[in-house]
Nanobody
Framework: VQLQASGGGLVQPGGSLRLSCTAS????????VAWFRQAPGKGREGVSC????????YYTDSAKGRFTISRDNAKNTVYLQMNSLKPEDTAVYFC?????????????????????WGQGTQVTVSS
C-alpha cells in the first residue's frame, strides 16, 4: 500500500502546477484523499480534500478559487491543480488517504484522521 506524490517544482508567482497522488496496492476511489503542506518552520496544514461518498471537495480559505482537487479513477490518481501561485504557497506538499471519510463532518483536513501518506513533493514559488 503506497501513495506517490509528484509534480512539484519551481514556478514563478502567478504560475501553475499540477500535483498528482497515485496509489498502488489499493483503490483511491473508495478513500477520502487530501493534500497537506508544510512550509519551512511551520506545522503541516490541510489544503484540500475530496470525499469518497460523492466526491465533494473542500478547501482551506487560502486555496479557494485558486486550487482544484479532482480524481481520475481510471488512473487511481488524485490531482491538485494549483493556479495563481503565490510565494506563500511554497511548501512540501503531501497527499494522504483513508477509508474512513469524515469530510462531511467538516473534518476532512485534520491530518490525524489519515492513515496512509505519501512522501512530499516540493513546491517553490519564487521569481
Amino acid at each position: 500500500v503506497q501513495l506517490q506524490a509528484s509534480g512539484g517544482g519551481l514556478v514563478q508567482p502567478g504560475g501553475s502546477l499540477r500535483l498528482s497522488c497515485t496509489a498502488s496496492g489499493f483503490c483511491l476511489d473508495d478513500h477520502v484523499v487530501a493534500w497537506f503542506r508544510q512550509a519551512p518552520g511551520k506545522g503541516r496544514e490541510g489544503v484540500s480534500c475530496i470525499s469518497s461518498f460523492d466526491y465533494s471537495t473542500y478547501y482551506t480559505d487560502s486555496a479557494k478559487g485558486r486550487f482544484t482537487i479532482s480524481r481520475d479513477n481510471a488512473k487511481n490518481t488524485v490531482y491538485l491543480q494549483m493556479n495563481s501561485l503565490k510565494p506563500e504557497d511554497t511548501a512540501v506538499y503531501f497527499c494522504a488517504a483513508d477509508e474512513v471519510d469524515y469530510s462531511r463532518k467538516g473534518w476532512g483536513l485534520r491530518e490525524q484522521l489519515y492513515r496512509s501518506w505519501g512522501q512530499g513533493t516540493q513546491v517553490t514559488v519564487s521569481s
